[in-house]
Nanobody
Framework: QVQLAESGGGLVQAGVSLTLSCTAN?????????????VTWFRQAPGKEREFVAT????????GYADSVKGRFTISRDNTRNTAHLAMNDLSTEDTAVYFC??????????????WGQGTRVTVFS
């Protein structure tokens, strides 16, 4: 199985930057690995549903963002290191959530992802 682990969350003041990382290991029964999948960041705020944040294709050449983070967040990946990152700038209290990385189809809904990390918490205070 492909296993994912997020890191980099924390308690930060509004306006600062933070970068989350997603590290992968393992392979599926059919031999597929992290580099064969799109990687997507979702987040879930208290009392709310999990929502799409950003996605990057398996090649790393194409990305997509939620309107709420476009221009502030940047997703990237390094398949040689089995990692993906989410650079978050100009954080606001609205960005407070648990952030999850997932490997799968590239869909903007959670349904398309068989592999998930445990999440990393980001809390932004004003």
């Amino acid at each position: 199985q492909v296993q994912l682990a997020e890191s980099g969350g924390g308690l930060v003041q509004a306006g600062v930057s933070l970068t989350l990382s997603c590290t992968a290991n393992g392979r599926t029964d059919t031999g597929r690995t992290f580099s064969d999948y799109a990687v997507t960041w979702f987040r879930q705020a208290p009392g709310k549903e999990r929502e799409f944040v950003a996605t990057v294709t398996w090649t790393g050449l194409s990305t997509g963002y939620a309107d709420s983070v476009k221009g502030r967040f940047t997703i990237s990946r390094d398949n040689t290191r089995n990692t993906a990152h989410l650079a978050m700038n100009d954080l606001s209290t609205e960005d407070t959530a648990v952030y999850f990385c997932a490997a799968g189809t590239g869909s903007r809904t959670p349904d398309g992802y068989p592999y998930w990390g445990q999440g990393t918490r980001v809390t932004v205070f004003s």
